[in-house]
């Protein structure tokens, strides 16, 4: 075993040797991956083998697209053959809700390229003949699904990477990872030690005692999963005959079941309510090739709908039940990527869908490794999305649910229950008291919206129960004055005598004076979007940053790459101890006025400026600045001190008939005034002249800031997208986002997030379409629950179009 490597790669699973086959074929050849066994001792050697392209994700979903379409390239090139059957596959809806959400599928697949069709129920049961065609209502076919060997394809892409240069030592326990003072890693194995730049833990069912070794415990969590295989079938052999194919793939979500042909028979497998965790605390090292005591009992009721829609099954005897473990995050995506605060250490693991996902992975953090960028937008996987607060027992809650809803709907009003409450701010108790609806935002519980007594919600694809309660809420903004909490925005500051110099290199725009704010893009080396911020000037050494909440680990990690050595700069996320709160409406200066001692007149504090004041008794840092396009002020206020600001606004704004609003009636608000947000209109894929924010973006500054160039080319080229808002023609159902846009009969974009305007009285699109059609006013379709509806261009806001009211 060699003593040094540029990467050591632990495990050797499918999605090690894809980091590997990655590595190696991206040119960095000093690349060696340990395995403590033999190749494919986890999850790999025991899995179902099914492979697929859709995901809730569209970006996820291009990657594994990809993956699917890599395995001819590793077949040819390792010799090894795959066993890749590309059959085909149908997704199947017994209701109407569900065949909903598949139409919803189609119009994503329609611009990813994706060949999607909805069927019948009875043509889907002429393209899979053991279906019961009465027990559903309709489906989907996908020509791309299917199932492979999965020890062929982890030795394909260990072959391909050892014929590329990279080594692979079997039988190579590592046993402890230590940094050293230089930066290197020690990577102590029980045949030696290996010193490499970088490590990568593709650890699977391991990926938590790996994590442990340098201090990380990381949010996975292995499930006992069972499939069957049946004895040979007649119907399969008829079929087989009869048309020269194999039987295709079934997904039949509301019966939890996935189906294909494993030679004469068929493979049935369930996600079945009755779950069962695996080795909650620690993995055995010792575990291999070893499967689990099946549990026919735990899965029957999955079976019993099973052998309904299925009728063929009740006549067929059961060769044998697969139980083996699979390792998952909280939420169900892969974790990948660069570790904050532990540099050159790298994850890829929680990859469940390894074989649908595994090239997918392989390349992102290739290219990450070796470009610094992963090469797509990968947000899904990152494994910063999670914190700190995803302890062991919210990984254990959240894996358990997410398990047992693999194949549930998840309607865009529906939130999921395990785990929470978990992070809390102190007006919380106040809030649910009046009627507040909760969703959740890293962690912390958000107010979505107010309900009265005995009204809640009723998930739906269409408006809901909610509709008019948020209505009431966006009013009180739009005609008074409304009070929101904010705490689940992050919260930075900045200072040191080297603050002004780095802000002004990591940030795009040109910087606000003392006293004041600005919008702050954050580039990419590429000239895309890594962020978008409230950047304000506190003085001259000290900065306060306020971002997407959701990202505060994502930008900590960019902003802690980025700072100089000398220790000119420090940077701090305040997490929750930092809250906030908000007022925004015509009468919101009235009440600020009522309780503050501090001259709040637009002469005094204009837009966009910025002061430390006394909120009743509190002292805060209030932003003249407001999401709703409004005249607003957003207040920043420690948490012992936000429960007393709070009474004092909502006290003050009584007589001026001051309401409380929440997340929804936000999101209405901001879509009048065509506000992007992070993670939907601004994302790692978009430039900043596409995304509508190049007119925060100081191109003559001084200051070679991060991005320039390629930002200047972006410009002088004019880039390739354009965001866009459109009002749609809408029924009885607004867009949620991924929708497919028409221009001409043909898909040309698609939607990043929409909703209802409920103060317009419009339903609002925002997305991306080619610049060549950008500015065109007619034309434009959206695609919502599988009917096209009439769109058009929304050039100027719907609300305050001259900036009057957010001004004055």
Excluded at 357 to 372: C, D, K, P, R
Excluded at 499 to 515: E, M, N, Q, S, T
Aim: hydrophobic fraction near 40%; charged fraction near 25%.
């Amino acid at each position: 075993m060699k003593s040094h490597a540029k990467v050591v790669v632990i495990g050797g699973g499918v999605v090690g040797c894809s980091v590997l086959f990655h590595l190696a074929r991206h040119g960095w050849t000093d690349v060696v991956l340990l395995e403590r066994d033999e190749l494919t001792s986890g999850s790999t050697w025991h899995a179902a083998g099914g492979m697929h392209t859709i995901n809730g994700d569209p970006n996820v979903a291009k990657l594994q697209k990809y993956t699917i379409n890599l395995y001819k390239e590793i077949e040819e090139l390792s010799g090894q053959a795959t066993g890749v059957h590309l059959t085909g596959g149908v997704l199947l809806a017994a209701t109407e809700a569900r065949l909903d959400w598949l139409r919803g599928v189609v119009s994503k697949g329609r611009y990813l390229g994706i060949d999607l069709e909805v069927i019948s129920a009875k043509e889907a049961a002429e393209l899979m003949p053991l279906i019961d065609p009465k027990q559903f209502v309709g489906a989907v076919r996908n020509k791309e699904d299917g199932h492979l060997d999965p020890s062929g394809v982890t030795h394909a892409y260990a072959k391909a990477a050892r014929k590329l240069g990279a080594e692979v030592e079997r039988f190579t326990k590592v046993e402890d990872i230590v940094r050293r003072p230089d930066g290197l890693w020690r990577v102590i194995t029980n045949k030696g030690e290996v010193i490499a730049e970088h490590v990568v833990n593709a650890g699977g069912l391991w990926a938590r005692e790996v994590g442990r070794m340098v201090g990380l415990e990381l949010p996975v969590l292995a499930m006992e999963h069972m499939y069957l295989i049946t004895e040979d079938m007649p119907e399969v052999a008829d079929w087989n005959a009869k048309t020269g194919t194999e039987i295709i793939h079934a997904v039949d979500f509301d019966g939890e079941l996935y189906l294909r042909q494993e030679r004469g028979g068929m493979l049935m497998g369930t996600y079945e309510k009755a779950n069962k965790v695996w080795s909650e605390f620690s993995t055995p090292w010792n575990f291999g090739h070893e499967l689990l005591e099946p549990d026919i009992d735990r899965i029957a009721p999955s079976l019993e709908v099973g052998f309904r829609h299925f009728p063929a099954f009740q006549k067929t005897g059961i060769k044998q039940i697969i139980n083996g473990p699979f390792t998952f995050a909280p939420d169900g995506n892969p974790l990948v990527g660069p570790v904050r605060g532990l540099p050159g250490f790298w994850v890829a693991c929680g990859v469940m869908a390894g074989f649908s996902q595994g090239g997918g992975v392989g390349l992102a953090l290739s290219n990450w490794m070796i470009e610094g960028d992963p090469g797509a937008d990968i947000w899904a996987m990152d494994v910063a999305r999670y914190g700190d607060w995803a302890t062991m027992a919210y990984t254990n809650a959240k894996v358990r649910e997410n398990y047992s809803r693999r194949f549930s709907i998840r309607f865009p009003n529906e939130e999921l229950p395990a785990g929470r409450p978990l992070k809390t701010t102190p007006v919380y108790d106040t809030l649910a008291a009046k009627g507040a609806q909760w969703g959740v935002s890293y962690g912390l519980e958000v107010p979505l919206w107010y309900a009265p007594d005995g009204v809640k919600d009723e998930f739906s694809w269409r408006r809901s129960t909610d509709f008019d309660h948020v209505g009431k809420e966006v009013a009180a903004v739009r005609n008074c004055v409304g009070l929101s909490e904010i705490s689940n925005f992050a919260k930075y500051t900045v200072t040191g005598a080297g603050a002004a110099a780095w802000l002004d290199r990591i940030f795009a725009c040109k910087l606000p004076k003392r006293g004041r704010m600005t919008l702050a893009p954050m580039l990419k080396d590429d000239g895309k979007l890594i962020g978008d911020f409230t950047l304000a000037n506190i003085d001259d050494n000290e900065w306060f940053i306020a971002g997407s909440g959701i990202a505060e680990q994502f930008h900590m990690r960019w902003f802690e790459a980025h700072l100089p050595k000398d220790g000119s700069v420090r940077i701090e996320a305040f997490g929750q101890k930092l809250t906030g709160l908000a007022i925004a409406g015509p009468r919101a200066r009235a009440v600020l006025a009522k309780v503050t001692r501090a001259d709040v007149s637009n002469a005094a504090f204009p837009f966009m400026a910025v002061a430390r004041m006394d909120i009743g008794m509190a002292p805060c840092l209030v932003g003249r600045v407001s999401y709703t396009g409004d005249l607003g002020y957003e207040i920043w206020v420690a948490p012992e001190y936000q429960r007393a600001a709070y009474q004092a606004l909502l006290a003050a704004g009584e007589e001026f008939g001051i309401g409380l609003f929440g997340s929804r009636a936000l999101n209405a608000l901001r879509l009048e005034k065509n506000y992007g947000s992070w993670a939907r209109e601004y994302r790692p894929i978009y430039g900043p002249l596409e995304a509508g924010l190049d007119r925060f973006v100081a191109y003559g500054k001084d200051a070679d800031f991060v991005g320039k160039q390629a930002a200047l080319a972006e410009r002088k080229q004019g880039g390739k997208l354009r965001l866009r808002a459109f009002i749609v023609d809408a029924g009885d159902a607004d867009v949620i986002g991924d929708e497919a846009i028409w221009h001409d009969g043909a898909v040309q974009g698609w939607v990043t997030s929409g909703g209802y305007a409920h103060n317009a009285k419009k339903s609002v699109a925002l997305g991306y379409v080619p610049k060549e059609i950008a500015d065109n006013t007619d034309g434009f379709e959206i695609e919502i629950l599988g009917k096209r509806h009439a769109a058009r261009l929304q050039s100027a806001p719907l609300f305050d179009a001259n900036f009057e009211r957010m001004r004055g």
